[in-house]
Structure formats: structure tokens, C-alpha cells
């Protein structure tokens, strides 16, 4: 043998490079592959009979012109390859998308289990509603707040030492500690009585919820983000026992007759007199147990009547009105409602506690 058949060379190319080209799927590729390269392969075979071609020069440059066509080869198998494993690739995306236009057939042997309303929306409904029967209207406010509405304007003036009770979330927007979470639903108080006066239109009877932050370590009986209502009553002649009547109608129309409210002394800057109130635990019903620390009672927020200085700084004149303010948990309130021993169990979403509300 003298040389290199070219021609048969270039057959082989065409033949295997045609293969590449119309093979459909990844497997048929790597059989395609496997025959180019395979010593008894057509170009294995070739190659073996470089052996014949005497000259030195020849045999060399007969050798190199079957590696330029496997390489030939190869690139085009690996060009291949790619193009193959996007279209897989898309397929597989397409077959794995979730058809959200689905209509479920109701089936009575799959019964389909919808979604609902968190315990924690719930509870917030309700609360709303006995606040609307006696005779509040209801809105909600910013979650973000400037120091003046969460802190100043209700009384706490930067270094009140009062300002401790708050572990607050600032913001890192305009002044350092000007922009935070709200650390309670009060600022809701000052955006009210602002717009009530800007229009005119006292007396307010109004009950404000939403989310609240603070700094907490998440426990048994704290959630570092948690839900407060906020109540706000101002009109003419006012009174505390106005208060505590409100705060006794809302215990027993919520949690039921036989649970009761009480007051005791505290102290908030931006109501005077203030009282923490309590209602009887829900727990042992009274009699003491380890849940109340043995008190048959338990805390579930603040409240007092609007502090003259809370009047002062939104423009009300303390002598024509007057008016009282509370405050409390809403994630408290479904606890002791429904007997909950951990509130992280209302931020766990676990679909087997969820369920069961
Ligand atoms: N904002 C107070 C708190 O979260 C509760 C409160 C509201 C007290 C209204 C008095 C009046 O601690």
C-alpha cells in the first residue's frame, strides 16, 4: 500500500458526521460516538492498516489526517450533544410545569383539601367584628414609622427611659434611629387624631390592628413579629369607667361569659391613669395554675386615658375632650382563646396544627 485512501476517509466522515447530525436523543449520540471511536470502528480499521504504507513520511501524515477526522468528528458530536441536552432540558421544564388554570374535578374518592384563613387572620376578623357591634370603626396603618408617630408624639421624647420597653428594629434610612418598625399599633392613635382634626371630625370611636416588631427572641409566649389591636374612643365627657366597661364587653363577647376582665396600675407615658389589664386565664378558669403563675389571671395589654401631652402634640384641646386608649396582643388573644402552649406554633406553619383551626 502506497498511501491514505482519502476518499474512503471522507466517505467515513460524511457517514458518521450525517449520524451526528440526525440523531435524536443523547443515547443514540453516544452510540454514534461509540462507533467513531472504536478500535474496530471504520476509522479503528483504517488506522490499523497505516501499518501497510511503507514510507516513513506517509504513513505519518496518513496517521494525522485520521486524527483530524476524528477530531472532526468528535466536535461535531459535542456541538450535538449540547443542542440535544437543552431540548431535553426544555422538555423536562415543560412536563414539571404546574398548570395553575387546572380545574379540579371534585372527586369523592381524592377529596380536595383547600386552604384557608390563618388562625392568626382569624382571630383579627373576630376581634374586629366585636370591636365594629360596639360601634368602632375599623382601619389599619403603616407598619414603617418615624420616630415622631412610634415614640415622640406619644409622650417619649429620645432618652425617655421608657423607650427601654421597646426593643426596637430601626431602619437604616435618613438619620440613624428615625425610621423603624413600629414596635405597637399606638402611632396609629397620633395618624388618626391628626386626620381627625385635619377634617374635623372628632368624636373617633376606632380600633386599629396590625403586625408589630420588636427585638425578641422568639419563646413560648413572644414572637419577635406579632399582631396588636389598638383601640382609640374620643369624645366629650369620657370617662375610665367608660374604659373598663369597653375592656369587659370586649373579654366576655370574645373569650365568653364566664371570663372577665380587671384592671391593675401601670404605667405607659402616653395614657393617664394607665392600667395593664387582665382577664381571667382561660386555662383553669380562675382557680390558679402554672400558665397564670397561680393568679387565675392573665395579662393581655395596656391602656388609660389619653395623656394631655398626646393631645398636645396632634393640636386637641384636652379641656373640650377627652378619651381613652388600649392596647393588646392579638397572637395572645387566639393562645389563651385556644388554649396554644408555644406561639411559635402559629409561625411554624405546620399544615397539622394549621388544620385544626
Ligand atoms: N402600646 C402599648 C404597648 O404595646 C399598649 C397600650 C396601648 C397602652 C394603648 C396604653 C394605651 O405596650
Redesign the pocket.
Known amino acids: 500500500m502506497t498511501g491514505l485512501d482519502h476518499e474512503a476517509l471522507s466517505a467515513i466522515v460524511t457517514e458518521l458526521t450525517a449520524a451526528i447530525s440526525t440523531v435524536d436523543d443523547l443515547a443514540g449520540l453516544d452510540e454514534v460516538v461509540a462507533r467513531a471511536t472504536a478500535k474496530d470502528g471504520p476509522l479503528g480499521s483504517l488506522k490499523r492498516s497505516l501499518g501497510g504504507i511503507a514510507d516513513l513520511e506517509s504513513r505519518k501524515s496518513a496517521g494525522r489526517a485520521i486524527n483530524d477526522a476524528l477530531a472532526q468528528v468528535t466536535a461535531a458530536a459535542d456541538a450535538r450533544r449540547v443542542t440535544l441536552a437543552a431540548a431535553a432540558r426544555t422538555e423536562q421544564l415543560e412536563a414539571d410545569r404546574l398548570d395553575l388554570t387546572e380545574v379540579v374535578i371534585e372527586d369523592v374518592r381524592v377529596p380536595v383539601v383547600r386552604g384557608h384563613e390563618h388562625l392568626v387572620s382569624q382571630t383579627r376578623a373576630s376581634l374586629e367584628e366585636v370591636f365594629v357591634a360596639m360601634g368602632f370603626t375599623v382601619t389599619e396603618g403603616p407598619e414603617v414609622e418615624t420616630d415622631w408617630y412610634n415614640f415622640e408624639a406619644?409622650n417619649l421624647p429620645p432618652g425617655h427611659p421608657a423607650r427601654d420597653?421597646?426593643d426596637t428594629m430601626y431602619l437604616e434610612i435618613g438619620e440613624p434611629e428615625t425610621v423603624l418598625m413600629r414596635?405597637?399599633?399606638?402611632p396609629m392613635?397620633i395618624h388618626l387624631l391628626e386626620a381627625a382634626v385635619e377634617a374635623d371630625a372628632l368624636p373617633v370611636h376606632a380600633a386599629m390592628a396590625g403586625r408589630?416588631y420588636r427585638l425578641d427572641t422568639p419563646d413560648a409566649r413572644h414572637l419577635p413579629v406579632f399582631h396588636?389591636i389598638?383601640?382609640?374612643v374620643i369624645d366629650r365627657g369620657i370617662t375610665f369607667a367608660d374604659l373598663a366597661g369597653v375592656i369587659e364587653t370586649f373579654t366576655s363577647a370574645y373569650f365568653g361569659p364566664d371570663i372577665h376582665s380587671r384592671l391593675r396600675p401601670?404605667y405607659?407615658p402616653?395614657?393617664e391613669p394607665?392600667?395593664e389589664f387582665e382577664i381571667t386565664c382561660t386555662i383553669c378558669r380562675g382557680d390558679g395554675c402554672r400558665t397564670c403563675s397561680r393568679t387565675g389571671w392573665i395579662e393581655l395589654?395596656?391602656?388609660?386615658m389619653v395623656d394631655p401631652a398626646v393631645f398636645e402634640a396632634v393640636g386637641i384641646d384636652p379641656t373640650e375632650w377627652s378619651g381613652?386608649?388600649?392596647?393588646?396582643g392579638i397572637d395572645r388573644c387566639a393562645q389563651m382563646r385556644h388554649q396554644i402552649p408555644d406561639m411559635r406554633l402559629l409561625i411554624e406553619n405546620d399544615l397539622r396544627f394549621n388544620r385544626q383551626f
Not at 395589654?301 to 388609660?304: E, I, L, Q, S
Not at 381613652?324 to 393588646?328: I, Q
Open positions: 406619644l420597653m421597646y414596635t405597637h399599633t399606638s392613635q408589630c396588636q389598638e383601640g382609640l401601670a405607659f402616653f395614657t394607665s392600667a395589654g395596656g391602656c388609660g381613652f386608649a388600649f392596647g393588646f
